[in-house]
């Protein structure tokens, strides 16, 4: 057969790939593993390896070299891939401009979530979005920062909400800030400044301490500040990575925790002590939207982005006053 008939076989052959093999490349060629794969794509590995071996049988060409250490792609892999990823790119235009066509705005939106302290404001600002766009589903997913910015960059995430700790370094990132505050240390019976604290700490590290899990960002400045100090972590600690039950933890275990102003009852705020706080700058919290820069995104999605970056700073520092 000459090269245009193999052109003409490859054509006819490429009208019978489907978007799910693209979908299934993509994702055995990103985990490199059918395991992998297949928790992503949530099917079986059996029903992904049969989905690339169709994919392989249609093009008439071998994806992936199958060993006992997983799936290594050959040289036609990527560019099988990147073709799949401009298909589905050019396909998510192409929804836009008939959604646009049509008036209607839909799709989904993706919200990743890890700062507490924004939370009753991004409810409000999402309840208002979907008033504007009724027929958007919204989803909110809260997880660990780390995980947050990893969904955010492999594009499983839209925007999301997180505390900026070190996160000015990462050039991928467009940040607006929401919200600034500071913390002190408490406790159900007593509270302290954290340089009170710090000062003090050969003492305070023997309390019983209730913190946050690694890679939450309030731990994660808490423990930078303790060994730029060259002082050694808590001997005793409750780690949680969810505010649910947190006050009755604190209340029964009678712990220690690191404190954001926000959280103090409002009616405490109001009962000012003759004592003020020093604050502790390398405890400043700032946290409010990021997203990706460089990113197409549809039109909805940008309109949210918008709508939140344009919400007002919130500063509690000013709380800085609490009853001992």
Avoid at 120 to 125: A, N
Avoid at 142 to 158: A, F, S, V
Wanted: hydrophobic fraction near 40%.
């Amino acid at each position: 057969m000459n090269r245009e008939g193999f052109g003409l076989e490859s054509c006819r052959a490429m009208k019978n790939m489907k978007l799910r093999y693209l979908k299934v490349i993509e994702e055995i060629f990103n985990a490199q593993s059918l395991v992998g794969a297949s928790s992503k794509l949530n099917l079986t590995p059996t029903a992904v390896s049969k989905a690339c071996l169709e994919a392989e049988n249609i093009l008439g060409l071998k994806l992936f070299t199958r060993s006992n250490s997983g799936m290594t792609p050959t040289d036609i892999c990527l560019p099988v891939v990147e073709a799949g990823r401009v298909i589905k790119f050019e396909l998510e235009k192409l929804a836009c401009k008939v959604n646009e066509f049509k008036e209607i705005k839909s799709g989904v939106i993706n919200i990743g979530f890890q700062a507490p302290a924004l939370e009753s404001r991004m409810m409000q600002v999402i309840s208002a979005l979907k008033m504007k766009y009724s027929s958007i589903k919204i989803r909110v997913l809260y997880k660990e920062r780390p995980i947050i910015i990893d969904m955010l960059e492999k594009g499983d995430l839209d925007f999301a909400f997180v505390d900026f700790f070190q996160l000015n370094q990462n050039d991928k990132l467009n940040l607006s800030v929401m919200h600034c505050d500071n913390c002190f240390a408490a406790s159900r019976a007593n509270s302290l400044s954290l340089p009170e604290l710090l000062m003090g700490w050969q003492e305070n590290r023997c309390n019983l301490w209730v913190l946050p899990v690694k890679g939450i960002a309030l731990r994660e400045r808490f423990d930078a500040i303790l060994s730029a100090r060259d002082l050694r972590p808590p001997l005793n600690i409750i780690e949680y990575n969810s505010s649910v039950g947190l006050n009755d933890l604190f209340h029964y275990s009678n712990g220690w925790g690191i404190v954001p102003f926000y959280t103090v009852p409002l009616e405490q705020k109001h009962f000012l002590s003759e004592r003020r706080y020093e604050l502790l700058d390398e405890m400043k919290l700032e946290s409010g939207l990021i997203w990706l820069k460089n990113r197409t995104r549809l039109p909805h999605i940008e309109d949210a982005i918008r709508m939140f970056a344009e919400n007002e700073v919130e500063n509690t520092e000013s709380g800085r006053c609490f009853p001992t």
